[in-house]
């Protein structure tokens, strides 16, 4: 099985969960507490941007993390599925680490490439690109956010493929990767509440009982309504009178 069936790629194919770039996903433990402004994602995390993980030695800082959590959310939300939690975001990072850093140097891709998977994301999901960037606002991000991410996920994509290329198995050799890795997490820097805007709720229409009437029939006599609904639901189909 190709792992590069990511949650938004295997939409394009599947139609079954979409999220951007969660691959390989193997699920750890942490839990979020205090507050924290819309991230501003930094190569090299600082003293203002710890690192909330190391995987051997290399550093995925906070703002980062916090960034790709947002993304996901939003993106669930374009998708209509269910958003991964923090930590499933987390260790999705965790593993393109390993994937980058076992795979050849990959050309970053270019902006029309960049665009075109935005673009196909987009009719997947069937929605537009003004949606896109209102649903991104609603949790601080921009376009750019997605931009950078998208342009992540085709980096590891290539990744992938070429260690397929090698005869890999990713699913086996990602396993033996994440035991041999040293993985250190800090949990603490992920005590975070993000603050996701609820969503809509669709207004239950208002139920109105036809009040009873009696009418002719065109064939003599006549009907009630009462009666009719005694011997089950009734259905009221009015037409406009011509002339």
Same mark, same amino acid.
């Given at each position: 099985?190709?792992?590069?069936?990511?949650?938004?790629?295997?939409?394009?194919?599947? %139609?079954?969960?979409? $999220?951007?770039?969660?691959?390989?996903?193997?699920?750890?433990?942490?839990?979020?507490?205090?507050?924290?402004?819309?991230?501003?994602?930094?190569a090299?995390?600082?003293?203002?941007?710890?690192p909330?993980?190391?995987?051997?030695g290399?550093? =995925?800082g906070?703002?980062?993390? &916090?960034?790709?959590?947002?993304?996901?959310?939003?993106?669930? !939300?374009?998708a209509?599925?269910? +958003?991964?939690s923090?930590e499933?975001t987390?260790?999705?990072?965790?593993?393109?680490?390993?994937v $980058?850093?076992?795979?050849?140097? /990959?050309?970053?891709?270019?902006?029309?490439?960049?665009?075109a998977? =935005?673009e +196909?994301?987009?009719?997947?999901? %069937?929605?537009?690109?003004?949606?896109v960037?209102?649903? $991104?606002?609603?949790?601080?991000?921009g376009?750019?956010?997605?931009?950078? +991410?998208?342009?992540?996920?085709?980096?590891?994509?290539r990744?992938?493929t &070429?260690?397929?290329?090698?005869?890999?198995?990713?699913?086996e050799?990602?396993?033996?990767? !994440?035991? !041999?890795?040293?993985v250190?997490?800090?949990?603490?820097?992920?005590?975070?509440?993000? /603050?996701?805007?609820a969503?809509?709720?669709?207004?239950?229409?208002?139920v109105v009982? +036809?009040?009873?009437?009696?009418?002719e029939r065109?064939g003599?006599g006549?009907?009630?309504?009462?009666?009719?609904m !005694?011997?089950?639901?009734?259905?009221?189909?009015f037409?406009?009178?011509?002339?």
């Amino acid at each position: 099985m190709r792992i590069s069936t990511t949650r938004w790629i295997s939409v394009l194919a599947t %139609g079954g969960v979409a $999220l951007l770039m969660l691959i390989l996903v193997i699920g750890i433990l942490g839990q979020g507490a205090s507050r924290m402004a819309p991230p501003v994602p930094s190569a090299t995390p600082s003293p203002a941007d710890p690192p909330v993980a190391l995987v051997d030695g290399q550093p =995925i800082g906070r703002n980062f993390w &916090a960034e790709a959590v947002l993304l996901d959310w939003a993106m669930s !939300r374009l998708a209509g599925v269910p +958003a991964p939690s923090p930590e499933e975001t987390l260790d999705r990072l965790i593993n393109e680490v390993l994937v $980058l850093r076992a795979a050849p140097p /990959q050309p970053a891709p270019i902006r029309d490439e960049v665009e075109a998977q =935005i673009e +196909a994301l987009e009719q997947a999901w %069937g929605v537009s690109d003004e949606q896109v960037v209102t649903t $991104l606002g609603q949790v601080g991000l921009g376009r750019d956010s997605l931009e950078r +991410a998208v342009a992540r996920f085709l980096v590891v994509q290539r990744a992938q493929t &070429a260690l397929e290329a090698q005869g890999v198995s990713i699913p086996e050799w990602l396993t033996r990767e !994440r035991s !041999r890795a040293r993985v250190v997490i800090y949990r603490e820097q992920m005590r975070v509440s993000f /603050q996701f805007p609820a969503p809509a709720v669709t207004p239950t229409p208002e139920v109105v009982q +036809a009040p009873d009437f009696t009418l002719e029939r065109a064939g003599g006599g006549a009907l009630t309504l009462s009666d009719l609904m !005694r011997q089950g639901p009734v259905v009221l189909v009015f037409f406009q009178r011509c002339g």
